[in-house]
């Protein structure tokens, strides 16, 4: 179709086919405009800017073909000759009047508006963009839409913008379609009159008559398609987003109050009892208004009756169903609730950006777990103190704290050099003592040394550090099996061997919750399922396949455990402790003696309290056939420390033990 248009500007077309494409031309338009009148909002009609540059194109086409045959052959088909008759009467003065005037209209009334509309609407959907973006984060991180419908209206939002910013461009289209066609027709009339008087001996009166009645006819037969496209450009710009077609719409919102209908209705009846004017039209459309009132009015009782018995029965009726309770069993994988003052740091309105925090959470999270965070819920609770919140995991409360709006929180890093006042409090993540104090004050503190953040911060550190803790957690099946999902886009193999011949989803869930629980990231995922592929079919102890992780990771463990200076600084196990535990191991029978623990758990906190000062996580080396026995015992008193052998290090890692764990042997 492109090329047949594209050569039709340069070799002569018969009349017949000139006559076929000017009604392709004006039926299309007509379909254009219906199809505008009738979508719901633009972009179900997204084609319409690619779709303006060919319709314009076309016209221009048959308008230098139509121009060809004027001035070749005074005869250009029989369609503009019944349009240079019929609209003209004939007269190609009136004709050319009556273009003039369409053209005006076309040109400076409905395209110059489009292309305004069109412009400003490009300008307000990008400015909006960035503000639509975070109340899909908002909605995500709530729980209110899943990942794959953010997706869906972020790319909604995309082709939103990339629609109005074409029809910004394609509406110059339009502007362009109606300067040409007004140069044309006036290069048709002079060039016409030059050629029926010069080459074809015509006096001037027969020239003007013969070759302006087909100008004319020519620029009305381009014209009309032209204002048809130009009100569907129109009609499409300014549509706003609705349930139903342009017709539905004005028909149900100007006739949605026959009291108006009828107040307009006594205003043309006072018109038309007025000495002077038309009376029949004035009182003939006030009858027809004040009919239609009746006829509004009557259908409008029709349609509330059996509403309000349908509403009623509904009552009825719910009043004995059974009430539905199983939304009510839905648990919230995590959830943030909060006291009433702390709203303000939730809500956009008042200049809360906790939602998009909480997107910067779960973004640092992936980045450093490896791992997908199910959505988190915050929600306000009246029971809670004001300034009190609660963190829940599945609908239990696993942490909380209180903040004070508008106020920060100082912490003294062990650098202060001059004290200052506020109010007493712990830092909730850490429990380490802090001070709360006004927002004029903040300047003073960073200067005598405190370390100083405000409300969202204190809770987003605080949340983090739940999620850390608990990552073992809130890794679910569902997560896992997201995560596998992704992988086998690129490692098809891997996961196709491992699933589901050796290995089910809840197995694999349950390694990577071991890993996580002792601080192992699953970023090498494709190392941790190739190493269970490898041992998967030698047994199904998922403690030992977790060990045959671990020591694939050992490159990774070395790396997360050395400090700032290469070296990884560790405690070790006296050997008379390491020989005592392994005989517990081994007689399972026989555990170890309260007394022993006592004294063992004594010696470790001795040896761990200084590391725990420097703001370091201890790291206890063992044998690797008692490592995950001891972390067995000292989880108990020490979550944070990490249990590691002597497999899960690498060799050129140098290593320096610092302090040695006995029982007082």
Not at 143 to 169: L, P, V
Not at 257 to 268: D, G, K
């Amino acid at each position: 179709m492109l090329v047949l248009i594209l050569t039709m500007f340069f070799i002569p077309m018969p009349s017949f086919f000139l006559d076929l494409f000017f009604t392709v031309n004006i039926a299309l338009s007509f379909l254009i405009l219906l199809l505008t009148m009738n979508v719901r909002k633009a972009l179900e009609f997204s084609v319409f800017p690619s779709l303006l540059l060919v319709t314009t194109l076309f016209r221009l086409a048959l308008n230098v073909s139509s121009t060809r045959s004027i001035l070749l052959q005074g005869y250009a088909g029989k369609v503009i000759e019944a349009f240079g008759i019929f609209v003209a009467g004939s007269n190609p003065v009136v004709g050319f009047i009556i273009f003039i005037i369409l053209t005006l209209i076309n040109f400076l009334v409905i395209t110059k508006g489009s292309e305004r509309v069109a412009e400003v609407a490009a300008r307000f959907t990008l400015d909006a963009m960035p503000g639509k973006q975070m109340s899909i984060d908002a909605d995500l991180n709530a729980g209110m839409i899943t990942e794959e419908q953010a997706r869906a209206r972020r790319r909604e939002i995309e082709r939103e913008a990339d629609f109005y910013g074409s029809m910004d461009g394609a509406s110059k289209f339009v502007k362009g379609d109606a300067i040409a066609g007004l140069i044309i027709t006036v290069i048709n009339m002079l060039g016409g009159g030059i050629i029926g008087m010069w080459q074809r001996g015509l006096d001037f009166a027969t020239a003007l008559q013969e070759y302006a009645l087909l100008t004319v006819g020519d620029g009305l037969v381009s014209q009309v398609p032209a204002l048809l496209i130009s009100t569907a450009t129109g009609i499409l710009v300014t549509r706003s987003a609705s349930e139903d077609n342009l017709g539905t719409d004005l028909s149900g919102q100007l006739l949605s109050y026959p009291r108006i209908l009828l107040m307009t209705a006594v205003v043309l009846a006072l018109f038309g009892i007025v000495p002077g004017m038309p009376t029949i039209p004035f009182l003939l459309i006030a009858l027809l208004l004040w009919w239609l009132t009746s006829v509004l009015r009557r259908e409008g009782k029709k349609i509330t009756a059996p509403v309000e018995e349908e509403e009623g029965a509904a009552q009825e009726q719910a009043a004995y169903k059974p009430e539905n309770v199983l939304p009510l069993l839905a648990v919230d994988p995590m959830e943030v609730e909060i006291g009433y003052s702390l709203i303000p740091l939730v809500d956009k309105g008042q200049g809360g950006d906790l939602f998009e925090r909480v997107s910067l959470i779960r973004r640092q999270v992936a980045l450093e777990l490896g791992i997908i965070l199910p959505a988190i819920r915050i929600r306000d609770n009246m029971q809670l103190a004001p300034n009190q919140y609660v963190i829940k995991i599945k609908g239990v409360e696993v942490a909380g704290g209180e903040l004070m709006a508008h106020s920060f929180l100082a912490m003294d890093a062990g650098a202060v050099a001059e004290k200052v006042q506020g109010v007493p409090t712990k830092e909730p993540a850490f429990g380490l003592p802090a001070l709360w104090i006004p927002a004029d004050q903040r300047e003073k503190a960073e200067m005598a040394g405190y370390t100083v953040v405000d409300c969202p911060s204190v809770l987003a550190t605080h949340l983090t550090e739940i999620i850390r803790n608990f990552a073992y957690e809130l890794l679910g099946r569902q997560e896992v099996q997201a995560m596998l999902d992704f992988l086998k886009n690129d490692y098809p193999v891997v996961v196709d061997e491992l699933i589901p011949n050796l290995m089910t989803i809840g197995e694999i869930q349950k390694v990577f919750a071991q890993l996580l629980k002792e601080g192992i990231p699953l970023r090498n995922l494709v190392t941790i399922l190739e190493t269970l592929a490898d041992y998967a079919p030698m047994t199904k102890d998922l403690n030992l396949l977790t060990d045959y992780v671990r020591v694939a990771l050992k490159r990774q463990i070395s790396k997360m455990l050395a400090g700032e200076d290469g070296k990884i600084q560790v405690l070790t196990i006296s050997p008379q402790a390491e020989e005592k535990i392994l005989q517990a191991q081994e007689n399972e029978g026989e555990p170890l003696s309260p007394a022993w623990l006592n004294q063992f758990y004594t010696s470790l906190n001795q040896q761990m309290r200084p590391i725990i000062q420097e703001g370091r996580n201890p790291v206890l080396l063992v044998a690797p056939a008692i490592r995950r026995y001891v972390r067995s015992i000292t989880e108990r008193v020490s979550p944070k420390i990490l249990v590691v052998s002597y497999q899960e290090i690498i060799p050129e890692m140098e290593v320096h033990s610092i302090g040695m764990v006995g029982a007082g042997e």
